[in-house]
């Protein structure tokens, strides 16, 4: 593969995609409420992208080999943090005009200096209730190291004016992990009127009674700030039984991980901001963010919303089984497609909670990367177990940021009896599978699913997912043999339909890529039709790139980070590529291939990243009917139409808004796909 075709610097483009995410909270017609969360759906995604992309490239620059590397790495930590700080000046801005937006709709966030005297008396007192007895402020002026700092967590940087004149320095953590972040207070003057302060000013409002019994403050004022670690784990090649004390061992390390990212408060006097840049000891490859008053916006997440005049109108989920059928019978008339949120994701539950109690049921396997906090999924296996069935989960335990969680599902499983496999040595397994096997006229017959989502009913309310549960025992055999592999990884079975990483997923889509090419050189009509979540994969680029060169049509519906270079003429412009954001998360996997008139269309765990062609266990299964091909090429068809939240992409990724390209009607897919499936038999 050659080094030398154009690519959009990966982290970027993953920047361009936050700035998308952005530009929902500055548009004025999305719900007050909902930009408020894009808030903070911005801030939490800025705080993954420094805790694992920016540290990835912090790495590759401390180690590169040569001045000519350690310049191509630093030029990127550069450019990041340019386009880094030109998004965080937007976010001020639109956090100033949300505020007032909120104002406009009887709903306030004030600050300590907005109190009125009931006000002031009522944080007064919910601060000595609730707030002082929760508080461990620590001097870091006299001490030489600062104490290990919390990355979830946002502190003080405190400036300490004695009456004596001298001068203190202190830090404290804010305890949002214990006390809500907004706090509802009395109304100022309607009574309609929603009024909230953040924990962080209700201590401003307060801070001299921090220290007051301590010494003799004349003066005192705080400042945020907060600290991002590198989010890496360090794990064995082998995966054995210990996986879960190394895994812990590993969790441990990277709360004490280096720094990579300093926030703070650009008001921050600088002989405090010194002491704290020196006391944590941030070198010359880390990041320092100035911004504003307050940090970890992520929290704006979960705004307190008590009115859904302010939301988006949730949709009443289409029905999938009807209340009163037998789901094994329910999937032998048919192979049945779900698209997630649309669909009552009730079904999968209803599914694993069936074969849990069947009689017939003998075995359940089942993949797990993340589940809910109050999994039903989980507690169906559980339930399997008592009825007397051979139940397999294989539990990622390194499912980025969710490994603690997995931790303590891997352990409930094991405790109830189920078999639990952490994975494959040196791969993560990603795959969105269960296979039930059930005894029917004296031979075995196989139920399966196959997704391109996880297993969790919270995150199916708003991840679009599909999911493809089928009675058909050539890709219930299929499936079967994934988690043969999984358990003896020099197994490499003979699948009939799916493909599988690391073994035959690259090579079968580009396989399915060339013939688009051949049909395209031999003047026949081809189309390539890709949704992902990610296209940064070289190999996979440049045959994407072969394919426009030769005439094949080439369209890409990419959500976060697309480094194919877009619309440059003698390299791209026979391929268009957009972007959606709106209301739910677009997180399904499409491969269409036009196949010489008869439609091949994939489904698929895997995006077209190196890590998940050939670092990850990933199935990728064809859509066998033809009924079911359409509805997936109608729902691309109506994304590709959107003229309200598509995103163009262009060379520069500047993400502008494809506003009346269908100038007949106006197209928002996500509503659009709502109607479409509401007309159609699941």
């Known amino acids: 593969m ?213 010494m003799p403050i004349n003066k005192a004022s705080a400042y945020t700030f907060k600290i991002s670690r590198d989010a890496e784990l360090e794990l064995g090649e082998h995966v054995t039984q210990n996986i879960v004390d190394r895994l812990a061992k590993s969790l441990k390390k990277r709360k004490q991980a280096e720094p990579v990212r300093l926030v703070y408060d650009s008001s921050m006097p600088e002989a405090l901001l010194q002491l704290i840049k020196k006391k944590l000891k941030m070198g010359s490859y880390d990041s320092f963010t100035p911004g504003g008053r307050y940090h970890n916006s992520k929290d704006f997440m979960s705004f307190p919303a008590d009115s859904r005049q302010h939301t988006y109108r949730r949709i009443k989920p289409l029905p999938t089984l009807p209340d009163s059928a037998n789901i094994f019978a329910w999937l032998r008339e048919r192979d049945r497609l779900c698209y997630y949120p649309y669909h009552d994701f009730r079904v999968i539950t209803k599914l694993l909670a069936s074969a849990a109690i069947d009689p017939k049921v003998r075995e359940i396997r089942i993949n797990l990367y993340r589940v809910a906090k109050n999994s039903r999924v989980v507690a169906s296996l559980v339930n399997a177990v008592r009825n007397q069935k051979q139940v397999t989960a294989v539990v990622e335990l390194q499912a980025r940021f969710d490994e603690q969680a997995n931790l303590h599902w891997s352990s409930e499983l094991s405790d109830a009896g189920v078999d639990v496999i952490y994975g494959v040595p040196g791969l993560k397994v990603h795959c969105k599978l269960v296979s039930i096997v059930r005894e029917e006229d004296g031979r075995d017959r196989y139920y399966s699913h196959f997704g391109t989502g996880n297993f969790n009913e919270s995150t199916a309310r708003f991840y679009c997912d599909f999911s493809l549960l089928t009675g058909d025992s050539k890709l219930g055999e299929d499936a079967y043999r994934v988690f043969d592999f999984i358990k003896q990884a020099h197994l490499l079975p003979d699948y009939r339909h799916i493909w599988v990483s690391p073994h035959s997923n690259r090579p079968n889509l580009l396989a399915a890529i060339d013939r688009e090419i051949s049909a395209a050189v031999a003047g026949k009509p081809a189309d390539i039709f890709i949704k992902c979540n990610n296209l940064v994969d070289s190999e996979v680029i440049e045959r994407l790139y072969r394919a426009g060169e030769a005439g094949v049509r080439v369209r890409i519906i990419v959500r976060s980070m697309c480094a194919l270079v877009c619309q440059t003429k003698g390299i791209s412009e026979n391929i268009e590529v957009i972007s959606l954001v709106d209301k739910f998360l677009e997180h399904a996997r499409v491969y269409a291939f036009h196949n010489d008139g008869d439609p091949q269309v994939y489904l698929s765990s895997a995006d077209l990243m190196t890590r998940n062609l050939d670092h990850r266990v990933e199935v990728t299964f064809p859509l066998l009917s033809a009924d079911h091909r359409k509805t997936v090429l109608d729902i691309l068809e109506l994304q590709w139409q959107d003229n309200q939240k598509a995103r163009l992409m262009d060379a520069d990724q500047s993400n502008s808004l494809i506003a009346n390209r269908n100038s007949a009607r106006n197209v928002r897919s996500q509503d659009a796909i709502y109607r479409y499936l509401k007309k159609r038999e699941v």
């Open 2 to 214: 050659a080094n030398d075709i154009p690519l959009y610097p990966k982290e970027l483009s993953w920047l361009s995609f936050n700035a998308r995410v952005l530009q929902e909270v500055e548009d004025e017609s999305v719900p007050i409420i909902e930009r408020v969360r894009f808030l903070g759906i911005f801030s939490n995604n800025l705080d993954e992208f420094y805790r694992v992309r920016v540290a990835d490239v912090r790495r590759l620059a401390t180690f590169a080999k040569g001045s000519a590397q350690k310049d191509q790495f630093g030029e990127l930590l550069g450019n990041i943090n340019e386009k880094v700080l030109r998004l965080q000046a937007r976010f001020g801005n639109a956090y100033g005009k949300v505020l007032k937006d909120l104002g406009r709709n009887n709903i306030h966030l004030i600050s300590e200096r907005q109190l009125t005297d009931n006000q002031r008396a009522y944080v007064e007192e919910y601060f000595h209730r609730e707030v002082l007895p929760e508080l461990e402020p620590f001097f870091i002026d006299d001490r030489e190291t600062m104490p290990l700092l919390n990355e979830a967590s946002i502190y003080f940087g405190i400036y300490l004016e004695l009456e004596d004149g001298s001068l203190r320095f202190a830090a404290l953590e804010i305890p949002t992990d214990i006390l809500p972040r907004f706090i509802a207070i009395p109304h100022r003057e309607k009574k309609s009127e929603k009024v909230y302060i953040v924990l962080d000013n209700v201590i401003r409002a307060c801070l001299l009674d921090v220290f007051r019994y301590v």
